[in-house]
DNA sequence: CTGTATCCGTGTTGATACTG
DNA sequence: CAGTATCAACACGGATACAG
């Protein structure tokens, strides 16, 4: 190669300049015209994806989006929001005065790329190498319903359900055209569970009987027991590869 | 898999030290039972869904991989191909005695993480940053054709058309079901487009008219004119965000 | 309490040169 | 052609320290 090197828009990269850092939005680029490959330079870095996923049920502050991502450091979350920022993902906003706290959200666009999130994770489910006893934050639980509903079954029945899960509070509406989920606090709900996400995991995906979990402490069920037992079943797991 | 040593989370970051280097499977984790963290522990890694990418039509050579992922160094892409492999992703097969050369092939299973490509690249193609002039592999260009098919027209007048992209060779048949893409000589088809990918892509979704690109022998058709006019149309872009 | 800006050890990435 | 070896830059994440 003679001249065809790459164009590296590097330029000032030096040290925090002055005053004024501007946008340093001199993310890695692939010099792909292909459409995946801008996907990965919007969020393709580390924690990313995951801060997009924490944020698709509405706005959350820094330290919520924390909280669903332990082991995503304080500096790097503020770097990754800056970058998804600029990337038009995510705006920051000012509550109204009575709140008046920073939140972030994303912008109609971000919230557009749930279906990538969704293929991503319904492919990774399969994998070999995949845990789901691992921890779970609210949010991906809420999104793992979403993805993984079978909506022939759920429109035999629909229904609405609460979740209290810690902090978080969700409401879902499951029918046929999928689940609906919302941010909001349990109300005039078929019935509502009560627990930590792992648990209710464990029962709609790891084939825990419902009672046992309940026995166990794991989860508790208010309303009708029925379509809560109903419920854990309209998620079935596509097959691990080697099966 | 042989090894299959997952060694994966817990508190404590051993310092690889006292034993030698080994093959170190140790990459980063999220620790998060979601599907869509274990996906980018699996492919998240720059440049490895790239690679898939380019893989999504049959096997390839390391040299034939570094030619559509120009910006991807040596080092690297051996990495990469470890990971995947080791991952499940792909195999490296020995193509029988007349050839005799190592290849790169995806599972089953990596096959399938196409709709995961797929839904990455129509959200991304909305981003105002995204530049589609810029230099394009010929399998991301076929794949983007896969991507981006109105079905519904493409059903009205099915055809079957040959590109000859300088030592890549595709024959993909257009009809109501979408796109199917081999990698094989053109023969028997409705029409043949030669050219580059940036000059295909140019008139397929940059607008340009194809008569002017063959007039600047960007591209050129041979066989029915008329079905190629008509397929330069079958792949409407989606609206950029601030439109 | 909510974020942001540092330093710093470690690991990852990538350009170049090199080997079978 | 198909990778390795080496080395420099930088990204990651922990631990602060700092501002509103």
Same mark, same amino acid.
């Given at each position: 190669m003679k001249s065809g090197k790459v164009i590296k828009r590097d330029g000032a990269r030096e040290k925090s300049q002055e005053t004024r850092p501007e946008k340093r939005l001199d993310k890695r680029w692939? *010099? *792909?015209?292909?459409g995946t490959a801008h996907a990965l330079e919007l969020l %393709?870095?580390?924690?990313s994806l995951l801060i997009v996923r924490e944020l698709m049920f509405g706005p959350l502050r820094f330290s919520q989006l924390r909280a669903g991502l332990p082991g995503l450091s304080a500096n790097v979350l503020t770097q990754r929001l800056e970058g998804l920022e600029a990337a038009g993902i995510l705006i920051r906003r000012m509550l109204p005065p009575p709140a008046s706290v920073q939140v972030y959200e994303l912008t109609p666009w971000g919230y557009e790329c749930e279906p990538a999130i969704q293929a991503l994770g319904r492919w990774a489910a399969? #994998? &070999? #190498?995949?845990? &789901? #006893?691992l921890p779970l934050s609210a949010a991906s639980l809420m999104l793992s319903f979403r993805t993984m509903v079978d909506r022939r079954r759920a429109g035999e029945r629909p229904m609405t359900v609460g979740f209290l899960l810690e902090p978080d509070v969700f409401v879902a509406r499951v029918d046929g055209d999928g689940v609906e989920v919302r941010r909001e606090m349990p109300e005039n709900t078929d019935f509502t569970l009560r627990g930590g996400p792992r648990g209710i995991a464990a029962v709609?995906? %790891?084939?825990?009987p419902l009672a046992e979990a309940e026995a166990a402490g794991l989860v508790s069920v208010s309303g009708d027991q029925t379509a809560a037992e109903r419920f854990v079943t309209l998620f079935p797991l596509p097959p691990k590869v080697g099966s």
């Amino acid at each position: 190669m003679k001249s065809g090197k790459v164009i590296k828009r590097d330029g000032a990269r030096e040290k925090s300049q002055e005053t004024r850092p501007e946008k340093r939005l001199d993310k890695r680029w692939y *010099d *792909d015209a292909c459409g995946t490959a801008h996907a990965l330079e919007l969020l %393709g870095e580390r924690w990313s994806l995951l801060i997009v996923r924490e944020l698709m049920f509405g706005p959350l502050r820094f330290s919520q989006l924390r909280a669903g991502l332990p082991g995503l450091s304080a500096n790097v979350l503020t770097q990754r929001l800056e970058g998804l920022e600029a990337a038009g993902i995510l705006i920051r906003r000012m509550l109204p005065p009575p709140a008046s706290v920073q939140v972030y959200e994303l912008t109609p666009w971000g919230y557009e790329c749930e279906p990538a999130i969704q293929a991503l994770g319904r492919w990774a489910a399969r #994998s &070999p #190498s995949h845990d &789901p #006893s691992l921890p779970l934050s609210a949010a991906s639980l809420m999104l793992s319903f979403r993805t993984m509903v079978d909506r022939r079954r759920a429109g035999e029945r629909p229904m609405t359900v609460g979740f209290l899960l810690e902090p978080d509070v969700f409401v879902a509406r499951v029918d046929g055209d999928g689940v609906e989920v919302r941010r909001e606090m349990p109300e005039n709900t078929d019935f509502t569970l009560r627990g930590g996400p792992r648990g209710i995991a464990a029962v709609v995906y %790891g084939g825990m009987p419902l009672a046992e979990a309940e026995a166990a402490g794991l989860v508790s069920v208010s309303g009708d027991q029925t379509a809560a037992e109903r419920f854990v079943t309209l998620f079935p797991l596509p097959p691990k590869v080697g099966s």
